[in-house]
């Protein structure tokens, strides 16, 4: 989907933004109880924002830029982790959730070395 840097900007402006049905939610939450726990992850393509990047972009796309321009690749970061952030803050503040799920295979030690890690996915 991104093709180039100027294309990060159409996921800010046009990104359609869902709304979390809480009381479905607290429906499902009540009708589990104590027996399991009821997850969710943060809005997007996936639950962190390297691994989103990766899928909205390529993983094997990302390895260069983040030699190359370090800066564009933050600036993506920082567009999808403003996004995840209003979702929770509008979705998921009092929701019945036990576990919110925030990481993603292309964030993980067999992927990517402990650099890029700690620049690009501890951040955000």
Partial sequence: MI???????LIKKYRL???LD???VQKKYDELGDDGIVRTVIFGEQPGCWQEACELMVLSNLFLPHYDKP?????????????????IDESL????????????????NNIISLQIHEE?????
């Fill in 3 to 9: 093709k180039n840097d100027q294309d990060i900007y």
């Fill in 17 to 19: 933004f869902p709304k």
């Fill in 22 to 24: 809480k009381d479905f």
């Fill in 71 to 87: 800066d564009c690749v933050h600036e993506f970061l920082k567009i999808l982790l403003g996004k995840k952030l209003r979702y």
């Fill in 93 to 108: 503040k009092a929701a019945s959730i036990d576990l919110v799920e925030t990481g993603g295979e292309a964030a993980s």
């Fill in 120 to 124: 690009f996915c501890l951040p955000f």
